[in-house]
């Protein structure tokens, strides 16, 4: 069974850093680009960044570049989002997602997902 398990949203202080991670089982997220999004209630689901299969690719919005970084550990079969400089417009639930043949910002392109991790940035 294919699942992402995101982890490492809470609470923190504007111009604070997070760790969000997204660990894979029943696949090998190195054979998957790996995107994070981001969705705040009622509102769309936002494109945050994505990283291709080899790693070598990553995409981040304009609205986190600069903040945010998207990292791989094939050995823990984990990508990682770090995010720093918060503000707190970055509140919002985190997801990430794989696709084993898409690549970019659509959320259409990625088949697994994730169940998101809550952060919150207080001002």
């Known amino acids: 069974q294919v699942q992402l398990t995101e982890s490492g949203g809470q609470l923190v202080q504007a111009g604070g850093s997070l760790r969000l991670s997204c660990a894979g089982s029943g696949l090998i997220l190195s054979r998957y680009a790996v995107a994070w999004f981001r969705q705040v209630p009622n509102q769309e689901r936002e494109f945050v960044g994505t990283?291709?299969?080899?790693?070598?690719?990553?995409y981040l919005s304009e609205s986190v570049e600069g903040r945010f970084a998207i990292s791989r550990d094939n050995a823990k079969n984990t990508v990682y989002l770090q995010m720093n400089g918060l503000v707190p417009e970055d509140t919002a639930v985190y997801y990430c997602?794989?696709?084993?043949?898409?690549?970019?910002?659509?959320?259409?392109?990625?088949?697994?997902w994730g169940q998101g991790t809550q952060v919150t940035v207080s001002s």
């Open positions: 990283v291709d299969w080899s790693g070598d690719t990553i």
């Open positions: 997602a794989a696709s084993s043949s898409d690549f970019g910002a659509a959320p259409d392109n990625y088949a697994h």
